[in-house]
T-cell receptor, first 115, second 115 residues
Framework: GAGVSQSPSNKVTEKGKDVELRCDPI?????LYWYRQSLGQGLEFLIY????????KSGLPSDRFSAERTGGSVSTLTIQRTQQEDSAVYLC?????????????FGPGTRLTVL | AQKVTQAQTEISVVEKEDVTLDCVYE???????LFWYKQPPSGELVFLIR??????QNEISGRYSWNFQKSTSSFNFTITASQVVDSAVYFC????????????FGKGTKLSVKP
């Protein structure tokens, strides 16, 4: 397979619950990115990882959002106490290196709906 | 400030027409990279092209062509003899030399090609 995969593809949750979104990057890609796509805001950058390290968390919209990456591979984006405004498609991307010229390969996204 | 503007929200054409999608960018960096991505109805962003700020040569790939003009800060995308399969949302994106690699996206242009 070899593309970026994300799970679940769809998630419906109730306001106030916590959710975990998973991303499996392309094997060997050291850089991993999370973006959010919503109707009002377009595509927004959330956080990036170089290996397991996320040096800049300033793109995360609130302290309810956190992310981690383990083993230089899988990443999990966690949203605590979800709110309706968190409803969006969460996209993960990876690239071979953390560099602005590198093509990023995107996964199919997780559509999150908060009721 | 770094910004990408895609003024055309939606375009509708009839198959075989040529169509140009506009992209205007803003950046203070002298080194930057411009990208176009396609998002078909399936949702996965697909990389189309990358251009660096030092290479203003236009590019053609089959029915697709790109016109990069630094003088007007534009990176326009033309589809010649459009086909129904070209129907998608197209995003222009910017990555600049001082960034950590995260893409700054325009709001996207939704292209509908009717048979």
């Amino acid at each position: 397979g070899a593309g970026v995969s994300q799970s679940p593809s769809n998630k419906v949750t109730e306001k106030g619950k916590d959710v975990e979104l998973r991303c499996d990057p392309i094997s060997g890609h050291t850089a991993l990115y999370w973006y959010r796509q919503s109707l009002g805001q377009g595509l927004e950058f959330l956080i990036y990882f170089q290996g397991n390290s996320a040096p800049d968390k300033s793109g995360l919209p609130s302290d309810r959002f956190s992310a981690e990456r383990t083993g230089g591979s899988v990443s999990t984006l966690t949203i605590q106490r979800t709110q309706q405004e968190d409803s969006a498609v969460y996209l993960c991307a990876s690239s071979s290196l953390l560099a602005p010229y590198n093509e990023q390969f995107f996964g199919p996204g997780t559509r999150l709906t908060v009721l | 400030a770094q910004k990408v503007t895609q003024a055309q929200t939606e375009i509708s054409v009839v198959e075989k027409e040529d169509v140009t999608l506009d992209c205007v960018y803003e950046t203070r960096d002298t080194t930057y990279y411009l990208f176009w991505y396609k998002q078909p109805p399936s949702g996965e962003l697909v990389f189309l092209i990358r251009r660096n700020s030092f290479d203003e040569q236009n590019e053609i790939s089959g029915r697709y062509s790109w016109n990069f003009q630094k003088s007007t800060s534009s990176f326009n995308f033309t589809i010649t003899a459009s086909q129904v399969v070209d129907s998608a949302v197209y995003f222009c994106a910017l990555n600049y030399g001082g960034s950590q690699g995260n893409l700054i996206f325009g709001k996207g242009t939704k292209l509908s090609v009717k048979p």
